[in-house]
Every structure is written in structure tokens, then in C-alpha cells.
């Protein structure tokens, strides 16, 4: 993973502005970080590469999510039963 990369995500604060996003309501940001988070992984983890570069989705959906959604998009993820296509 490239230098910059590396240091855009040690110096994150909190997520940036999204022009797919640009009404105050951030709760379709939210869930689409999360899903980006776990289809980055996926991807990633598939092609055996190091999943490192999606780590800046889950700052993103841990800054704009709450986190009761995601303790129940987790649970349902492990039980299988999450609605997102990841």
C-alpha cells in the first residue's frame, strides 16, 4: 500500500465530504461505507491481497454510523440474514 495512503489514513479525523451524499441526512452514507467496507474486504481477501486499503470505509461508517446499526449489521452478517449485497 502507497505512502499516501497509509498517512491519509493515519490522519483522518472524521468523513470527508461525499458529493454522492450532499444533504445533511448522512444515513445512506453511513450504510453505503459499511457495505463498501465489507466488499473491499471481500475482494481483497479473495485476490489475497492485503486488505489494508479498506480500512478507510470503516473509519468512514464508524464516524457517521450508530453504533447499534452496526452491532446489528454484524450480527446479521453472522447469522446470514443481512438485507446488503456484499
Request: glycine share 4%; net charge positive; with cysteine.
Amino acid at each position: 500500500m502507497s505512502d499516501r495512503i497509509n498517512e491519509k489514513i493515519q490522519n483522518y479525523r472524521t468523513a470527508p465530504f461525499d458529493a454522492r451524499f450532499p444533504n445533511t441526512n448522512q444515513t445512506r452514507n453511513c450504510y453505503q461505507n459499511y457495505l463498501d467496507f465489507h466488499r473491499c474486504n471481500k475482494a481483497l481477501s479473495a485476490k489475497q491481497q492485503d486488505p489494508a486499503p479498506c480500512e478507510w470505509y470503516r473509519r468512514v461508517y464508524t464516524s457517521l454510523c450508530p453504533m447499534g446499526w452496526v452491532q446489528r449489521w454484524d450480527e446479521q452478517l453472522e447469522e446470514g440474514s443481512f438485507a446488503g449485497r456484499i
